[in-house]
């Protein structure tokens, strides 16, 4: 990639009423992360030197959710067109001199390697003015058109401006582009507003360029990295998109997805080789999965690290902080949360492990409870290697189980259990011979006369 320095201006002031939404259209999640952030992602990773975020309504969400991150924020206040969007950023880039890379907000798929080649163009010896991202859709519909001998631009023009023969080609304008900030701010106040929306169009830069001594030229990129999204369905059509993308790299990189159409991954998911994953599995932000591990039909995975050969599911709930060693077993219809599993251990049927540890080879019976909150704080429960819990237990944090300690079924233990003793926590079973025949006869009595 182009050694000179970049910034990058994210165009986000769009109201997003098709969204009828009160969040921000930029943040609103796909794969688990808000749109902005993966185009912050992208950018981060080609090393932007400034990134700047124009935004209209909604400033304050949006600056909240830059917390923590070295990103201005511009506002553009009212709207009108997105050559004057661009122009909001140049007080925050008063001072840079490098490239400029125009992106958008509601476009979030666009790749780190695109974005490279629109700034290597620019940089190329023959030194072209501008460079604009275009896409060849199956249906090029209501999108600009970009008018084009070769890879030269001899013009842009929006649909709705377009005559019939502009209207019959099919390379579309994305609204992308790089330029260097010499020449951006200069122009960008030649730019008018006579055309049919009485809008200052940004796609009218490049024939500026072009005017001043320079070419623009076009580089393409697929469809599905402009896709834009301005409804809820645009949102799930790029959902979709970014899935499939992920579900295709997962295998490629050796897991095994059975019906790959109903996996969904977050932005973060990280799946090792020889993994195999089943039906219906949902993964949230911040899980790891290394190899050898099988997640088991319908489970949900959050914020958990699963080790290598473990066994999850079915119908297995990991939420943040949970940790599987290698081998384990958590079967169906058991939630792990903050709790570490030790390797080789199993919880195998319908229990809840919240707040706590359970050591290597240890057994916990279906049925198993941490009660880890007293109504104030979380409180830990510590279980020791090869021990047993039977079934029906309530464990009440605070709270350790010895190494090789058998808690017997349905106690209620409140005390430690020192290592390789029984705790038995329930009350002595007694019997009353006769007394169910005698139950049935009086009830079946009253029953008649009543």
């Not at 999204?229 to 899935?243: C, D, G, I, P, T």
């Not at 039906?279 to 319908?298: E, K, L, W």
Request: glycine letters at 12%; charged letters at 20%.
């Amino acid at each position: 990639m182009s050694d000179t320095p970049f910034a990058a201006i994210i165009l986000a002031a769009g109201k997003g009423t098709r969204m009828a939404s009160d969040l921000h259209k930029v943040l609103h999640p796909l794969a688990g992360q808000p749109m902005l952030h993966h185009l912050l992602g992208t950018i981060d990773a080609l090393g932007a030197a400034r990134a700047v975020v124009v935004v209209g309504a909604g400033r304050d969400q949006v600056e909240a959710a830059l917390a923590g991150r070295e990103v201005a924020v511009a506002v553009q206040e009212p709207q009108r067109g997105t050559a004057h969007a661009v122009r909001q950023a140049e007080a925050a880039l008063a001072e840079f001199s490098g490239d400029i890379l125009i992106l958008y907000g509601d476009v979030p798929l666009v790749t780190a390697e695109t974005c490279a080649r629109l700034l290597d163009r620019l940089n190329a010896p023959d030194a072209p003015g501008a460079v604009v991202l275009g896409f060849r859709p199956a249906d090029p519909g209501a999108y600009g058109r970009i008018l084009a001998e070769g890879e030269t631009i001899t013009g842009i023009v929006e649909y709705k401006d377009a005559d019939a023969a502009q209207r019959a080609v099919t390379l579309c304008n994305s609204g992308m582009m790089a330029v260097r900030a010499a020449d951006l701010w200069p122009l960008l106040g030649q730019i008018g507003n006579a055309n049919a929306a009485g809008e200052y169009y940004l796609t009218d830069l490049p024939m500026l360029v072009h005017a001043a001594g320079r070419p623009a030229v076009v580089v393409e990129a697929e469809p599905w990295e402009v896709a834009g999204v301005n409804s809820r369905a645009e949102l799930a059509a790029v959902e979709a998109l970014w899935q499939g993308r992920r579900r295709a790299r997962a295998m490629a990189e050796g897991a095994t997805l059975i019906a790959p159409e109903t996996v969904w991954f977050a932005w973060d998911t990280q799946i090792g080789r020889d993994v195999v994953i089943e039906p219906h599995v949902v993964f949230g932000p911040g899980v790891t999965v290394a190899d050898g591990a099988v997640i088991r039909a319908f489970s949900a995975l959050e914020g958990a690290e699963v080790g290598p050969a473990a066994l999850i599911g079915p119908y297995a709930r990991l939420r943040p902080g949970a940790r599987i060693g290698r081998a384990a077993h958590i079967g169906n219809f058991v939630e792990v949360k903050n709790a570490s599993i030790g390797e080789g251990a199993k919880a195998n049927h319908l229990a809840y492990l919240g707040d706590g540890s359970v050591g290597a080879r240890a057994n916990i019976g279906a049925g198993t409870i941490f009660c880890n909150y007293d109504g104030y704080f979380k409180n830990r429960t510590e279980i020791g290697a090869g021990a047993f819990v039977g079934s029906n237990s309530a464990l009440v944090a605070p709270v350790t189980i010895g190494a090789g300690a058998i808690v017997a079924a349905g106690s209620v233990i409140t005390r430690d259990v020192a290592p390789d003793a029984l705790a038995l926590a329930r009350p002595d079973q007694g019997q009353k011979p006769g007394w169910a025949a005698r139950f049935r006869t009086r009830m079946a009595a009253k029953k008649a006369e009543g």
